[in-house]
């Protein structure tokens, strides 16, 4: 990458062209569920539809809030995503390291029972995991999701995990070990840095799929105050209406942590993604 | 310590070394097995109960009742209920196509972004940011603004069409179409997910080789093909293996834009099961759709485990 | 405790409304009201779940009019006929009693119900000098030509999607022909008829003359009435609440223009045609500890004043025939004045198995609605299909 362009042609290159159509592709159908979010019920049936919503109207967004209990859902799945990220980061990467690093018998049976588990259809298993809740008592309340959520997106998280671990070139722990440190401290100021993306990644994907899960926020949360956005906006309307335009508010507003989240956190992907380029 | 100064020794007096070695390896698998057994507790503590639950329904007749349910028997009636239904049929085959194809189609696009998203020297971060939007969304809020676009009369895709000349397709109303549309919405949200994956796989690859092969003169895809693919096979296996995973549990999409329509068109093997236990109560039934899948996939998983030619366990320290 | 999904969605919410009403009544009883998820099958998933796991919440739930038979047999609601007098029951419509009832038990109590109508352009049939079709031909050929005429986009809109609405629809049409799915005791199906070809054949024929866009194949309610609010299409088949919604300035643009009548039938046969009961019963929770509380809650749902409340002021369909037949109700909207002048047909509920019945016949009506098979082998599809669901003990897959 040598290279330099002059002019045009510094801008104009395979990369940001193919950069733009990806932006194209991913933005269209965005541009498309937040302006639908402002168009008003009547409008939402215009063939051929409104490409700017006319008259613009906010009452979507307001009946979200007012009408619907969204604060109370948006607040409910922010604990439960949160602390289930947590726990599966923590737990997942001391795993995934342990999996990826340490000579460990049985890592084989033990990675591929992982995956059996992540495989099984959720459907299947939420009959009895109700049961299991119930005996314990912890119905509609955040453990009812935390601990499911948590046991479900390790396997995944450790996958991952390991898999960013084992980039990691083997002469690190030596280092750590010449420095005088014991096997955690290594861990902790030598693997931990290096396998950034791969926490980012995990966490990323761990905090969506929490974030956006419905078949257990349902079962196990029945009682409103308890209640996480997928399930809210589920109730969104009745058996027979559909209203788009607050389902689409909602969600705009829920996609809203997801992108501060990694606005927050690209300065430690972007470092992370050059001190990788750098490395080696 | 005494590993500092195992290590700070010179090499002569090798059996004292081996045996320290010796030592040092059992105590590293023992510190693992520490460090891992949280997490496995935990998983083990919640999921054993309800996966032995569902295939000890699979292998009974159950009835729902008032109070709980009621299994009996030992049988293999679910499993030959199920194996002979002709629906069962079609939505194995439908699923399996329809994973082949997104993720086939998610991999290539996705490590192209990845690519595109390594190279790029400005916006990095908020072409980050955007690409997890669709990735963030609710499923079901997916499949509803899809269903939206693709609408027959009053959709933005008919709309398109009808200016460009196309007439109005009926999309979801016909069979190959609402497959389609199905993939679409699949692959819009799903790419991000091949996309970071991957990207993380090649931000983590070691610098030098790719300078080493420049001044080699090696051009781009060359490059990319000979030293880039080879190293990142255990990423794209990943990437590969647990987009195999959810898209064999395909649900939601069908359900909210063509309720396994038209006709049984868009019934995926998770739609299958859901109705028969949710809808008609057969939990029986139901449970072997489950259990079939799971070992379908795990089936698909350990294949495309193999295709990329990675093996676990046999990374030693 | 008591579990019902969203009722209305503009105005003050009924449930809570009535909720105050039973409280100022029975002081001494305190209803919480849990919201369920609006698709109805979903709520049915969640519920099942519950009680058969022994939850004793909630106490009473609303359901769907088609699930007493189902959860009759799994034991998932209380048989209302052992706490509950037969004089109770007597004060329902015709008809909807014995649409709550299995083997003999009631185990729901009608709280309001819901009927297929034909809305129509008042305007465009004055255009063009049309009166209201009485047969389904008429329907069509007024279809064709109002489209023709560049009036409206679409003729007829209804709800085709491979869902439980399109047996709704096509029991409408099945019974227009002189049809039925099942025998009277659920032994046998009876798809594979001269009736049952008649009606998916004209059904199909609607799309093929253009009366109605092949789109219809995906419709489900909100589809069809967006189409019909928005003006775009002439005819509409829905239930009582899409007359609110034509009439409301924030969802339609045909406030003013739209007329209620009892749906058209086959030519040959009596008027009106069958319109398929929809509507939701109150059901109790086997495990409720509250049991007399539930009752009594029960019993102010089916009376005069909560049958008021609920079709005065939110034009919901009453199921008492006192309420039903009073001047106040008829006087109240075009809908309720319609109620009674059509003629009710049940989807066949009356087996456990029904889930399992219905997709039989909505799935391969559907196929046979998007051309993808014929007339015939889809109706010979249904046929085995509804047959295994009718004498397999599971109901089949």
């Not at chain 3, 106490?59 to 209302?80: K, N, R, S, Y």
Request: glycine share 8%.
């Amino acid at each position: 990458m040598g290279r330099t362009r002059k002019g045009w042609r510094r801008v104009i290159n395979g990369v940001n062209i193919s950069a733009f159509f990806v932006t194209l592709f991913i933005a269209l159908p965005l541009y498309w569920l937040i302006i639908s979010s402002f168009k008003t019920p009547v409008a939402m049936g215009d063939s051929p539809p409104q490409y700017w919503p006319s008259p613009f109207s906010g009452a979507n967004y307001s009946q979200a809030f007012v009408q619907y209990d969204f604060g109370i859902y948006f607040r409910n799945s922010l604990i439960v995503t949160l602390c289930a990220t947590a726990l599966v980061l923590v737990f997942g990467t001391v795993a995934g390291y342990a999996l990826g690093r340490l000579p460990m018998r049985g890592k084989f049976t033990l990675m591929v029972t992982l995956l059996i588990i992540s495989v099984f259809p959720e459907i299947a298993l939420i009959a009895p995991l109700y049961l299991l809740e119930r005996n314990f008592g912890i119905l509609n309340s955040y453990e009812a999701l935390i601990i499911p959520y948590t046991a479900f997106n390790l396997p995944f998280a450790i996958w991952i995990l390991r898999n960013y671990m084992l980039g990691i070139p083997k002469e690190m722990e030596e280092t750590g070990r010449i420095d005088g440190a014991g096997p955690l401290r290594t861990v902790w100021s030598i693997i931990l840095p290096m396998a950034l993306p791969g926490l980012f990644t995990a966490g990323i994907f761990c905090f969506t799929a929490c974030w956006t899960e419905f078949l257990m926020a349902l079962t196990f949360e029945s009682v409103n105050n308890w209640r996480t956005i997928p399930v809210g906006i589920a109730e969104f309307g009745t058996p027979l209406e559909v209203p788009y335009g607050t389902i689409f508010a909602a969600s705009v507003v829920a996609v809203v942590p997801i992108g501060i989240l990694v606005f927050i956190f690209r300065k430690f992907v972007i470092s992370g993604l050059t001190s990788g380029a750098v490395k080696g | 310590m005494t590993s500092v100064s195992s290590a700070a020794e010179p090499a002569p007096a090798s059996a004292p070394l081996v045996g320290r070695h010796d030592v040092n390896r059992k105590r590293m698998a023992r510190l693992g097995w520490v460090f891992s057994a949280p997490a496995l507790i935990f998983v083990a503590a919640v999921t054993i109960f309800p996966i032995v639950y569902s295939v000890v329904m699979s292998l009974s007749n159950v009835t729902v009742t008032g109070n709980g349910f009621k299994l009996s028997g030992v049988t293999g009636s679910n499993y030959t209920l199920v194996l002979k239904n002709s629906t069962w049929h079609y939505a194995l085959g439908f699923t399996i196509v329809y994973t082949l194809i997104t993720v086939a189609v998610e991999l290539v696009i996705g490590t192209l972004i990845a690519l595109v998203l390594q190279r790029l020297t400005a916006g990095r971060g908020w072409m980050m940011a955007l690409l997890l939007i669709p990735w963030s969304m609710i499923t079901v809020i997916n499949a509803e603004l899809w269903l939206y676009v693709f609408n027959g009369i009053y959709g933005v895709m008919d709309a398109i069409f009808n200016a460009v000349g196309l007439g109005h397709p009926n999309f979801l109303g016909t069979n190959d179409p609402a497959i389609i549309s199905l993939m679409i919405a699949d692959i819009w949200k799903t790419t991000p997910f091949v996309a970071i994956i991957v990207l993380a796989g090649l931000v983590m690859l070691p610098g030098d080789i790719f300078e080493a092969a420049e001044v080699d003169g090696s051009s781009g895809w060359s490059t990319f093909w000979r030293i880039t693919v080879p190293l990142l096979r255990p990423t794209l296996a990943l990437a590969v293996m647990f987009r195999v995973l959810q898209a064999f549990g395909l649900f939601d999409l069908p359900y909210v834009m063509t309720g396994g329509g038209p006709g049984t068109a868009t019934t995926s093997l998770a739609i299958l099961g859901y109705d028969a236990m949710f809808k008609n109560l057969s939990f029986g039934p139901g449970a072997a759709v489950a259990t079939t899948t799971a070992l379908l996939v795990l089936l698909g998983c350990l294949i495309s485990l193999r295709t990329f030619r990675v093996q676990v366990g046999k990374e030693d320290m | 405790m008591w579990s019902a999904s969203p009722i209305n969605t503009t105005g003050v919410d009924v449930r809570t409304v009535l909720i105050k009403d039973f409280e100022k009544e029975y002081p001494k009883i305190h209803v919480t009201l849990v919201s369920a998820p609006t698709d109805t099958d979903t709520n049915r998933a969640t519920l099942a779940t519950e009680i058969s796991g022994g939850s004793s919440t909630p106490d009473v739930f609303m359901g769907d009019v088609i699930w007493p038979a189902q959860f009759g047999e799994h034991g998932l609601a209380l048989p209302l006929s052992d706490y509950l007098p037969s004089s109770f029951f007597a004060q329902f419509a015709p008809g909807l009693v014995s649409g709550a009832s299995y083997k003999g038990k009631v185990y729901g109590s009608p709280m309001f119900e819901d009927q297929g109508f034909l809305y129509y352009r008042k305007d465009l049939l004055a255009k063009e000098g049309m009166s209201v079709p009485t047969t389904w031909q008429q329907l069509e050929a007024d279809s064709v030509k109002l489209v023709h005429a560049g009036l409206v986009k679409y003729g007829f809109v209804w709800e085709g999607d491979s869902y439980e609405g399109l047996t709704c629809d096509f029991m409408e049409y099945l019974t227009d022909a002189g049809g039925s799915v099942t025998n009277s005791s659920y032994t046998s199906a009876s798809l594979n008829s001269p009736a049952a070809n008649t009606a998916l054949t004209f059904m199909r024929s609607l799309i093929t003359s253009g009366a109605s866009p092949s789109a219809v194949t995906t419709f489900q309610e909100p589809q069809a009435m967006t189409a019909f609010a928005d003006g775009q299409a002439a005819f509409l088949r829905n239930w009582d609440y899409a007359w609110a919604d034509s009439q409301t300035p924030s969802t339609s643009k045909v406030v003013g223009k739209v007329g209620v009548a009892p749906l058209p039938t086959f030519a040959g046969q009596s008027y009106p045609g069958y319109s398929n009961i929809g509507g939701w019963n109150l059901y109790i929770n086997p495990h409720s500890k509250n049991i007399a509380a539930d009752l009594d809650f029960i019993k102010f749902m089916a009376s005069n004043e909560a049958q008021d409340v609920l079709s005065v002021q939110y034009s919901e369909i009453p199921t008492t025939t006192a309420v039903r037949d009073s001047s106040a109700v008829i006087a109240e909207n075009p809908v309720l004045a319609t109620v009674p002048k059509t003629r009710l047909i049940a989807r066949p509920a009356g087996t456990p198995n029904y889930p399992a019945l219905s997709t039989a016949i909505y799935t391969n009506i559907n196929a046979a609605l998007a051309g993808s098979t014929s007339v015939s082998s889809a109706l010979s599809a249904a046929q085995s299909q509804a047959t295994t669901a009718l004498t397999s003990p599971a109901g089949g897959l």
